[in-house]
């Protein structure tokens, strides 16, 4: 298995969670260097047409792609310890929890979406940064609501690691990079707290991959 | 069991398109005016923190919410026909393609992103739609490159309907209003004329919805 990554990109940051969770080892990492625009080399467009990383490829040479389609695939093919719960009303409040994330915040903030914002359209840093600073804390107000609710507990959906809580990791980082303040979200920063005590979530951070600067 | 809505709304149409496909029909169908700002109203805010639709709520009141989510657990809950294959590797290929539209796609045309750029950035109406022509174009290649992949027969993933279908039948939607043709496209084009003709698809489609205009 060899997994494309790059320490900053916060989609493969979810996939290497996964994979730490379930004790899966891949036979190499391979830096696309989003940074240097690599992504768009034609030997990586091979690999994932999206321009996008992670990328996952099998022994088989099966490439998998989109982080949230890596993260099913891994629970259904390593199902221990599971990432989704049983019942199908918590599995969908977890994938829904999941996807306020990583549909409806992450995309807006990824490269491809800044340069255009700033090569297009004219618009400065401060103003790439009020755009992530916003989709940020609009998500996170939504997802502070939703965890008021009994159905969490010490994380996401009760007391057990889910995906919800492997995209509310890379939220939190992604917040802290565009100075959305965690602060008025509790629930929020208590999980994303005790998550960030758990060895699988902190061998993963961005910070801790080669090539990572000391801080963001 | 209660829907809610709205005409216009590509992620309700992929909604629409699943529940006529399972044969189950909402008891009731609530309309969310999105041209109104009505998904910001109080009412629908408890329903849903995220502002948006579609939001699916259970006789005994779970509100189930995003659209993947939703899909996922109508395929749990009614297995008959269903909207993922049955091994891993191609239960990834076709969330993979959901997630090009759903994720990278879609999140970036709703109605809140395209305010913020007019309202925030001043962006005019033909940047707007340059905007969303470009997300879409873009995606469209990408999808365009896996379609012509061996595992594509008849629909995204062999002669099966899939939840990729669903979500590339909005893409077609969505690339209309923006102007991004799908000529260069022909396998995404071969595919969508045919969904088109299935009754599950053409009832649920946007144009056909109370409240829709005769086109967009």
Redesign the interface.
């Known amino acids: 298995m060899k997994l494309f990554s790059f320490w900053r990109s916060l989609a493969t940051y979810r996939v290497r969670i996964a994979l730490n969770l379930k004790g899966v080892t891949p036979d190499e990492v391979i830096d696309v260097n989003l940074m240097q625009g690599k992504q768009r080399d034609e030997s990586f467009r091979k690999i994932?047409?999206?321009?996008?990383i992670p990328a996952l490829v099998?022994d088989d040479g099966?490439v998998?792609?989109?982080s949230?389609?890596?993260l099913?695939?891994l629970d259904?093919?390593h199902s221990n310890p599971p990432l989704l719960p049983k019942d199908?009303?918590a599995?969908?409040?977890v994938?829904?929890l999941?996807?306020?994330i990583?549909?409806?915040t992450?995309?807006?903030i990824v490269p491809?979406?800044r340069e255009?914002?700033a090569h297009?359209?004219k618009?400065d840093e401060a103003?790439v940064m009020?755009?992530g600073n916003?989709w940020h804390t609009?998500?996170l107000?939504?997802l502070e609501?939703?965890l008021q609710s009994p159905q969490t507990g010490r994380y996401c959906q009760g007391d057990q690691i889910t995906m919800a809580d492997i995209c509310l990791a890379g939220q939190a980082v992604g917040a802290a990079y565009f100075k959305a303040d965690l602060a008025p979200f509790p629930t929020v920063k208590r999980i994303v707290d005790g998550l960030n005590t758990i060895e699988a979530f902190a061998r993963a951070h961005p910070l801790k991959q080669p090539g990572a600067p000391a801080s963001v």
Not at 48 to 52: C, D, E, K, L, V
Request: contains cysteine; positive net charge; aromatic residues 10%.
């Open positions: 994932n047409p999206m321009m996008a099998e099966t998998l792609f989109e949230l389609a890596i099913e695939y259904e093919t199908p009303k599995r969908a409040r994938r829904g999941s996807q306020i990583a549909c409806d992450h995309p807006l491809r979406v255009f914002l297009e359209y618009i103003g009020k755009w916003h609009s998500a107000k939504a609501t939703h």
